[in-house]
């Protein structure tokens, strides 16, 4: 009988679907568009994107996860159905096989809420996966091996840090550190510093083109327009890379406390392995300039961005969907 299976990447900034055979099929923000009056979902993903910060009163556009779990649960079913329905295509009589990927520090009643809120969403079951494991799987790491790797996969609202062997985690840690409070550093540090009020996309837009965990040898500079903060005004003014590099200077520094808990913890076997074959970098904020020069310093181990950072989670997902034998030690299953 034919069954259909997709792998769900559910991030607090993107979503990426992928379906088996055929790839990524979608990788959209993890937005909804609703209207106020009637709790009607208007648009979700790129369309969503596009009007937060620009809504009338009576529709909000939202993010329905928060530091990589569900905070608004009706929202965040509407947008599954959304994607599956999207990924899918056409008209659908069989229901889809859905594995998850969430962050390995989640609750028992967060990871319930996630598979319920799948099932609801039209999937026939739900698996999930925890996210350094797929992140793992994807950059091609071999996690059934007799052997330590550790993976640092940093996405939107958390960094998840782990250290896998056989393939399961033998330590980890999960901080709701990511790219989402990259973006409220640089919009508060913005404010302060400049006396304009920047928006988030805005401080996303600084973080991508000049941002960098290390101070750059040729500074590299941006004009941002925002709301100046005394007159109250539209003002234009430059920032730099030392800007956004101090800015996150915090966040950064609450990712290398959780590495160097996660390498207290690890085992000596273990840790001989990741000194020998070093830590690798996952995850779209997992882009940022030199961060892994900082951690390889921070550390003293040395520390790889892994290719196609952004779309690890995803792949692996995808591949453990469809060697669900070969990875039952590493996936909950939930029917």
Same mark, same amino acid.
């Given at each position: 009988?034919? *069954?259909?299976?997709?792998?769900?990447?559910?991030?607090?900034?993107?979503?990426?679907?992928?379906?088996?055979?055929? /790839?990524?099929?979608?990788?959209?923000?993890?937005?909804?568009?609703?209207?106020?009056? #009637?709790?009607?979902?208007?648009?979700?993903?790129?369309?969503?994107?596009?009007?937060?910060?620009?809504?009338?009163?009576?529709?909000?556009?939202?993010?329905?996860?928060?530091?990589?779990?569900?905070?608004?649960?009706?929202?965040?079913?509407?947008?599954?159905?959304?994607?599956?329905?999207?990924?899918?295509?056409?008209?659908?009589?069989?229901?889809?096989? *859905?594995?998850?990927?969430?962050?390995?520090?989640?609750?028992?009643?967060?990871?319930?809420?996630?598979? #319920?809120?799948?099932?609801?969403?039209?999937?026939?079951?739900?698996?999930?996966?925890?996210?350094?494991?797929?992140?793992?799987?994807?950059?091609?790491?071999?996690?059934?091996?007799?052997?330590?790797?550790?993976?640092?996969?940093?996405?939107?609202?958390?960094?998840?840090?782990?250290?896998?062997?056989?393939?399961?985690? *033998?330590?980890?840690? &999960? *901080?709701?550190?990511? /790219?989402?409070?990259?973006?409220?550093?640089?919009?508060?540090?913005?404010?302060?510093?400049?006396?304009?009020?920047? /928006?988030?996309?805005?401080?996303? =837009?600084?973080?991508?083109?000049?941002? &960098?965990?290390?101070?750059?040898?040729?500074?590299?500079?941006?004009?941002?327009?925002?709301? #100046?903060?005394?007159?109250?005004?539209?003002?234009?003014?430059?920032?730099?890379? #030392?800007?956004?590099?101090?800015?996150?200077?915090? =966040?950064?520094?609450?990712?290398?406390?959780?590495?160097?808990?996660?390498?207290?913890?690890?085992?000596?076997?273990?840790?001989?392995?990741?000194?020998?074959?070093?830590?690798?970098? &996952?995850?779209? &904020?997992?882009?940022?300039?030199?961060?892994? =020069?900082?951690?390889?310093?921070?550390?003293?181990?040395?520390?790889?961005?892994?290719?196609?950072?952004?779309?690890?989670?995803?792949?692996?997902?995808?591949?453990?969907? =469809?060697?669900?034998?070969?990875?039952?030690?590493?996936?909950?299953?939930?029917?």
């Amino acid at each position: 009988m034919f *069954v259909k299976k997709i792998g769900i990447d559910l991030g607090t900034v993107n979503t990426l679907v992928y379906v088996p055979r055929r /790839g990524i099929a979608i990788n959209e923000p993890s937005v909804v568009a609703v209207n106020q009056r #009637d709790g009607g979902v208007l648009a979700v993903g790129s369309e969503a994107r596009e009007m937060i910060g620009r809504t009338p009163d009576t529709i909000v556009a939202r993010r329905p996860l928060k530091e990589g779990v569900i905070a608004d649960y009706k929202t965040t079913e509407s947008m599954l159905r959304y994607f599956i329905n999207k990924a899918l295509g056409g008209v659908r009589f069989i229901s889809p096989e *859905v594995m998850i990927a969430v962050p390995a520090g989640i609750t028992s009643t967060e990871r319930r809420a996630v598979i #319920d809120a799948t099932l609801q969403a039209g999937a026939k079951a739900a698996f999930i996966i925890k996210q350094p494991v797929a992140s793992a799987i994807g950059a091609g790491i071999p996690i059934g091996s007799a052997s330590g790797h550790m993976i640092i996969e940093i996405g939107g609202g958390t960094s998840e840090i782990a250290v896998i062997s056989l393939g399961g985690i *033998v330590a980890n840690a &999960s *901080v709701r550190i990511g /790219g989402t409070k990259f973006d409220r550093a640089i919009q508060e540090y913005v404010r302060k510093k400049y006396s304009l009020a920047i /928006g988030e996309r805005s401080a996303e =837009e600084l973080k991508i083109k000049v941002g &960098s965990a290390l101070p750059l040898a040729e500074k590299l500079a941006m004009e941002i327009r925002g709301r #100046d903060m005394i007159t109250g005004l539209p003002r234009t003014t430059e920032v730099t890379s #030392d800007d956004i590099t101090e800015a996150i200077q915090d =966040e950064l520094q609450g990712i290398i406390q959780a590495v160097k808990a996660v390498l207290q913890e690890t085992p000596p076997e273990l840790s001989a392995d990741v000194i020998d074959k070093g830590m690798v970098i &996952s995850g779209g &904020s997992g882009l940022l300039r030199n961060l892994d =020069e900082l951690l390889a310093r921070a550390i003293n181990v040395p520390a790889y961005v892994a290719d196609d950072p952004l779309q690890n989670v995803v792949k692996g997902t995808g591949v453990a969907l =469809e060697n669900l034998e070969s990875y039952k030690r590493s996936i909950l299953a939930m029917k």
